[in-house]
């Protein structure tokens, strides 16, 4: 069979699977856990076919009109380089241990067979947003994205979060869909096609005429759909969701699918300078903004989702200084201990009952009840902390070199102002995120307190996928050489500057953490004191009691209002009692209470474009209304009115008829008489 054959099956196996899943749901359930699994882990296994016969050579390119349009044609097509080959084996891995993670994390939701045909669709979508050489098509997948991630975010509809958190994921990527639609359409009339090949072609000929404008108009679509500043809002939301949909979606599909984009069409963006710059400071606001909102949150997988949202930007920042080769890099390693340490969280929230890292916090053996997610969330944290040997720590520090270079005038592909925004914020961030990362170990591992809850072994499915996705968090890093034919031949190895300052970093976050952990557990050891001295100690320090209590609260609620908590432990938490050893208050400081609301984006937002659009939307309404429906009702009153007064003259009498058709005749002789005689006098 040939590679472009088995290339056009990788997708299209997910979408038979999914149709399938929808159509036999209900009638065959036997065959639904079948039907997710077999068609993705089939398609994985043809993507790694693909990627080691494509083998870092020459892009497998293919194409077939779809439909003749009279101006710009719309082409079937295939374009696979390495970067595709490689992205294509991620997506199948991750999707293929998300189906089958999720066969025992949701085997008793009712919901299950059309979450799997769901699971399975996404899959099919991105694969063809990789795969695909013609724009419009790779449009049809990046779409479907969107309503799967809809439906799959709002999979426990009753709830209000939920929808909530649908409809906003929904809007807000539609929200940058509109100009990243122009843009597509613009980049097309430019170079005369949608195929990636002649766009590329037409920007190395320098045939665009409106490189920034087109740029920044793709860029905001970008933002949209990879969850940047100022469209990053979404993501952290949309952990309402099951957590193995958090797991897709963060690690090898939606998120990842903007990154990819201008991947594919980097020297569309690299065409205009300022654009560069742009995707710089947007890189860079965003790293430092979700690192500091990670610090702050109390839900395990929003500290996961605002990592998602810092992760990107470094990625993000690699495309800013022209370097497609780190970002890849980047997207495969964080790809897969992203994957691992989502649907580990879950494991963990199988086994506490809750998903608030403060009941944790309380908790005392928590590692003990779960090892093999213990062992492999160090790993996926040490990958996250960019701590060597592992993963992240090899992908990472790719972006810094890339950055570095740019920034010391080494590489004249971007600007040296991108490359030095990109620099300080990637240092700054790597402190951040082995903050966060290890507060995140800290409170759900080595909690204190009453015994955590025994829910018995976790299932097979979900623990094997954990050490399945640990492998490549720790080796990929090390491949990295080997793997260099398909990122265009560069290299990938870190320097000794950057080591220094990412590791250093690092380090430096972890160990402030853990040292600001261990001061807050003897805080929280001392603070539930009785009798006067409580009063005491409350009255001199009112702060620090209300913000314990605070945190208490958010904790009970947290861990009492999220659906998928009774979903996968069939009873409600226990939250214990008593204040929560975080040190991510002592880090942030006044800071902690914007940061754990998201600097308050939201209600800028709410301020700035909801009130002005409802309030739009109320005068509108009233227009209709009182207006609009005024004039209706008018002229369907006055015709009422008439036809009324019309009937008072139908008597049925002829001689009334009669006499008023003479009256009439009398009035018209006369009338004719008086206007001949005005004429004559004239």
Known sequence: MSTTTLAVLVPLLPFLGAVAGLLLGRTAPGFVRPLAILP???????????????????????????????????????YIDGFAALVAVLV?????????????????DPRYPSY???????????????????LMVLLVGWEVMGICSYFLVGHYWETEAARSASLKAFLVTKLGDVPFLIGLFALATDAGSFRITKILGTVAAGGLDHPTLIALLLLAGVAGKSAQFPLHTWLPDAMAGPTPVSALIHAATMVAAGVYFIARLLPVFAASAA???????????????????????????????????????YMTGALAVADRSAAVFHLLSHGAFKALLFLGAGVIIHAAGTNSLAAMSRMDGLAKRIPDAFWTMTIGLLALAAIPPFAGFFS??????????????????????????????????????????????????????????????????????????????????????????????RALTP??????????????????????????????????????????????QPAAVAATVSAATAAAESAAETPEVAEVTHEHPAVPAGPAADPGRALLGPLHRHAADGFH????????FVRPVRGAASLVRFLDREVVDTYVRGAGTGTRLLGSLVRRAQT?????????????????????????????GS
């Open 40 to 78: 993705t882990l089939a398609a994985a296994v043809l993507a790694v076919t693909v990627a080691a016969r494509q083998g870092g050579g020459q892009p497998i390119s293919t194409a077939t009109e779809l439909t003749p349009t009279g101006s710009v044609p719309i082409d079937l097509s295939l």
């Open 92 to 108: 199948g891995v991750v999707a293929t241990c998300v189906q089958l993670y999720s066969t025992a994390y949701l085997r008793e």
């Open 116 to 134: 799997a045909a769901l699971v399975s669709l996404f899959t099919s979508a991105m694969l063809l947003v990789v795969y695909s050489g013609d």
């Open 275 to 313: 654009a560069l710059v742009v995707m710089a400071v947007m890189a860079a606001v965003t790293m430092v903004g979700s690192g500091l909102a990670a610090l702050a949150q109390d839900d395990i997988k929003r500290v996961l989702a605002y990592s998602t949202i810092g992760q990107l930007a």
């Open 396 to 489: 990472k520090e790719a972006v810094l070199v890339a950055a570095e270079q740019t920034a010391t005038g080494h590489s004249d592909l971007a600007p040296s102002a991108a490359g030095w925004l990109v620099l300080i914020a990637g240092v700054l961030t790597a402190l951040l995120t082995a903050a966060y990362a290890a507060r995140l170990w800290l409170m759900a591992f080595r909690g204190r307190g009453a015994a955590a809850p025994d829910h018995g072994k976790e299932p097979f499915a979900m623990t094997g996928v954990l050490w399945l996705l640990a492998i490549p968090s720790v080796g990929l890093g090390l491949a990295a050489d080997s793997l260099a034919d398909w990122f265009d031949g």
């Open 495 to 540: 320097t000794l500057a950057t080591s220094v300052l990412g590791t250093g970093a690092a380090v430096i976050g972890a160990m402030l953490t853990y040292a600001l952990w261990q001061r807050a557990t003897v805080k929280a050891a001392t603070a539930p004191a009785a009798g006067p001295a409580r009063s005491a100690a409350a009255a001199e």
């Open 601 to 608: 984006l939201d209600a800028v937002y709410e301020r700035l």
């Open 652 to 680: 049925g009498n002829v001689q009334s008829y009669l006499s008023a058709l003479l009256a009439g005749a009398v009035v018209l002789a006369i009338a004719t008489a008086v206007l001949a005689n005005v004429n004559a």
